[in-house]
């Protein structure tokens, strides 16, 4: 079974830091990559950020780009999330997710988010 | 602010057809995926890549793609059915992921 599993979230202090991971099992996990996601209380689903398969491309969402960090390693099956310099707004429920862009021997060029793990909630407040 | 445009709720009667839209002009390009997420779980996704469905999803959920406008269609809307919707797709870069505000769907 595909499984994500996320962990580290918890409550800081604005301007704290915070180190974010996920756990992937029953997949190759060096040949996806991934992505986290968010969620802010109450509010939409928000991409964060993008890694490549060999970890070397990343993306960013421009509200956390420069304070957050993507990063994976493949020995270990675990992606992370470096979050610094955090912002009241950047409470939410953050997403592990998969991009996948093959399914039953066909390939598409637009990847989607398949699967989603349970969440770890991150909360910034003084 | 979002790429992706979608109306913040959209209602339907049990057992009729409902339709939600997601509007963007990074869909001229790339496919739009849809996932519905039930209060207090993670979003699953219930359409990929404009008009497929994963394995376990029922019929009635189908998608479609004319212009910058994708649309989620749920024929023959049921009970469980009820939850919030996003589209989701690239921005007009091709490198993020972008995805719309939210739909929430009630069935009466």
């Known amino acids: 079974e595909v499984q994500l599993v996320e962990s580290g979230g918890d409550l800081v202090q604005p301007g704290g830091s915070l180190r974010l991971s996920c756990a992937a099992s029953g997949f190759t996990f060096k040949n996806y990559e991934m992505n986290w996601v968010r969620q802010a209380p109450g509010k939409g689903l928000e991409w964060v950020s993008y890694?490549?398969?060999?970890?070397?491309?990343?993306y960013y969402a421009e509200s956390v780009k420069g304070r957050f960090t993507i990063s994976r390693d493949t020995a270990n099956n675990s992606l992370y999330l470096q979050m610094n310099s955090l912002r009241a707004e950047d409470t939410a429920v953050y997403y592990c997710v998969r991009d996948v862009d093959c399914s039953g021997g066909s390939c598409y060029p637009t990847g989607w988010f398949d699967p989603w793990g349970q969440g770890t909630l991150v909360t910034v407040s003084s | 602010s979002s790429e992706l445009t979608q109306d913040p709720a959209v209602s339907v009667a049990l057992g009729q057809t409902v339709r939600i839209t997601c509007q963007g002009d990074?869909?001229?390009?790339?496919?739009a995926n849809w996932y519905q997420q039930k209060p207090g779980q993670a979003p699953k996704v219930v359409i990929f890549?404009?008009?497929n469905r994963p394995t376990g999803i029922p019929d009635r959920f189908s998608g479609s793609s004319t212009g910058n406008t994708a649309s989620l269609t749920i024929t023959g809307a049921q009970a469980e059915d009820e939850a919030d919707y996003y589209c989701n797709s690239r921005d007009s870069s091709g490198n993020h992921r972008v995805f719309g505000g939210g739909t929430k769907l009630t069935v009466l």
């Open positions: 890694i490549s398969g060999g970890g070397k491309i990343t």
């Open positions: 990074s869909l001229r390009t790339y496919y």
């Open positions: 890549a404009k008009n």
